[in-house]
């Protein structure tokens, strides 16, 4: 008994000490990653968000930014801001429960809640029609914007998009943990944090993988945000509700009945492209498919001037401005031809066969 009695006062006392440093570590990553933008109250949600305004002559529509899972309004701003600087009226949002932005009622919890705040925040800006894109998670809420608030769409481009229901319904184990109504709030509040950062270098890489992550991807990306228990467990409570969702979603993208690009590589770890991007493709009337071989998750980074040239393309834009979109893929893929980085071989994933008719086509 005494033995027992011990032994449970160990588990607690290390539970409390867990809990204790990520606390503190909790503090520590706000001091050193603040918010960079400002506050909205929209939709019962604090937003926060990057706003550039119009420049004197646009030569785009304006462009809407939606990240990731895990990420936050800097995963698309740090790449692909400069880029297209002083050529159009920009906002990167951090998701609702992500970066800095509040986590807002239950319907946030859904990739469809999320776009209605979204477009919500863009009245309150008096954005218009805008282009939509999207990276990996943020490509689900980029069709559900589209499916939702067609009104506030002018174009879309997906980024190595979560979009389709997958074999197995699978996800990484940590993420039905982090999400469970009673033990999430445990784990994310002690082991998720101290883990987390643990892991973080080697995980980033995967993310990349084949291509090379930057060396200062943490830092500028203020990645270690999610790692904030709060946003661990609404991270994974959105990753978790993904496949109900893309499931409903999915069958309705043939509504989509704008411009649409999509962006993917053949090399992705983290989704699968021949299901969500070839799916895409298959299912949105006149998509473009722009496929980058030895490509990984991360186009923005990795090819941005494609990315760039695919916002040209769906808004309709000389070539010569925003760059030829084909040859662009084609030399990108030369560039990234000799990468494996992560390494590759052991961050990739069994993929599934590419459906029949399935066209790595590649546009």
């Not at 980033?204 to 270690?224: E, L, Q």
């Not at 186009?299 to 494609?306: F, L, Q």
Request: proline share 8%; charged share 20%.
């Amino acid at each position: 008994m005494n033995l027992a009695a011990a032994a449970l006062a160990f588990v607690l006392s290390f539970g409390f000490l867990l809990a204790g440093v990520s606390r503190v570590g909790a503090f520590l990553i706000e001091r050193r990653n603040p918010p960079v933008g400002a506050f909205a109250e929209v939709a019962g949600t604090r937003m926060h968000f990057v706003h550039v305004p119009a420049p004197a002559r646009p030569a785009l529509p304006p462009l809407v930014f939606i990240h990731g899972a895990s990420g936050n309004l800097k995963d698309q701003m740090v790449p692909l801001r400069p880029f297209l600087e002083g050529k159009a009226e920009m906002l990167f949002v951090d998701r609702p429960g992500h970066g800095w932005s509040a986590r807002g009622g239950q319907e946030n919890a859904t990739p469809s809640g999320q776009a209605r705040t979204i477009a919500a925040l863009m009245d309150r800006l008096a954005i218009g029609k805008a282009i939509i894109v999207g990276h990996s998670f943020g490509g689900a809420v980029t069709g559900a914007l589209a499916l939702e608030r067609p009104d506030k769409v002018a174009g879309l481009v997906f980024l190595s998009a979560a979009s389709h229901p997958w074999p197995g319904k699978k996800t990484s184990w940590y993420y039905p943990l982090a999400a469970h109504p009673l033990f999430g709030r445990i784990f994310s509040n002690t082991v998720a944090l101290p883990a987390g950062l643990m892991r973080m270098p080697a995980t980033i890489g995967c993310v990349f993988s084949p291509n090379a992550a930057p060396a200062d991807y943490i830092r500028a990306g203020s990645i270690d945000l999610v790692l904030r228990p709060a946003n661990f467990r609404y991270n994974a409570q959105d990753v978790e509700g993904l496949y109900d969702h893309v499931s409903a979603a999915a069958p309705r993208y043939g509504e989509i009945a704008v411009p649409v690009v999509v962006v993917s590589g053949d090399s992705d770890t983290v989704v699968y492209e021949e299901i969500h991007s070839l799916g895409l493709k298959r299912d949105i009337p006149g998509a473009e498919l722009v496929w980058i071989g030895n490509l990984g998750h991360k186009p923005d980074y990795a090819a941005p001037e494609v990315v760039v040239a695919a916002i040209g393309r769906v808004a309709g834009a000389p070539a010569a401005e925003f760059g030829d979109l084909k040859a662009l893929a084609l030399a990108a893929e030369r560039r990234l031809s000799g990468d494996d980085h992560g390494p590759y071989a052991a961050c990739r994933d069994t993929k599934p066969a590419v459906p029949e008719g399935g066209d790595a086509g590649k546009g």
